[in-house]
Nanobody
């Protein structure tokens, strides 16, 4: 069992930066693939970035490549999403998720946080 709590969201102007945090409870955190998803109003939840359990492999959605960076600290049970050069289209609720595979869809993740709102103004 893993419990996830996101923080770090907020309101930022276009071109600005935010860093999201996901704090995990549970002794098995280091065995999970971790993903950051987002969901905008009226749209499906989509995978933004993913990192393997060891941190050795990452994946990014094309729209965020070069702007977002996912990382993790297994000793501290934390996952981060550094978001730079933010755009209005990045506005969404961002969710942290934990799973066992390398899924690109929300069905492949077993545990979810409550989400944190990111709003980018133009």
């Amino acid at each position: 069992q893993v419990q996830l709590v996101e923080s770090g969201g907020g309101l930022v102007q276009a071109g600005g930066s935010l860093r999201l945090f996901c704090a995990a409870s549970g002794r098995t955190f280091g065995s999970f693939t971790m993903g950051w998803f987002r969901q905008a109003p009226g749209k499906e939840r989509e995978l933004v970035a993913r990192i393997t359990s060891s941190g050795s492999n990452t994946y990014y959605q094309d729209s965020v490549k070069g702007r977002f960076t996912i990382s993790r600290d297994n000793a501290k049970n934390l996952v981060y999403l550094q978001m730079n050069s933010l755009k209005p289209e990045d506005t969404a609720v961002y969710y942290c998720a934990a799973g066992y595979g390398l899924s690109y869809t929300s069905n492949g993740y077993n545990y979810w946080g409550q989400g944190t709102q990111v709003t980018v103004s133009s």
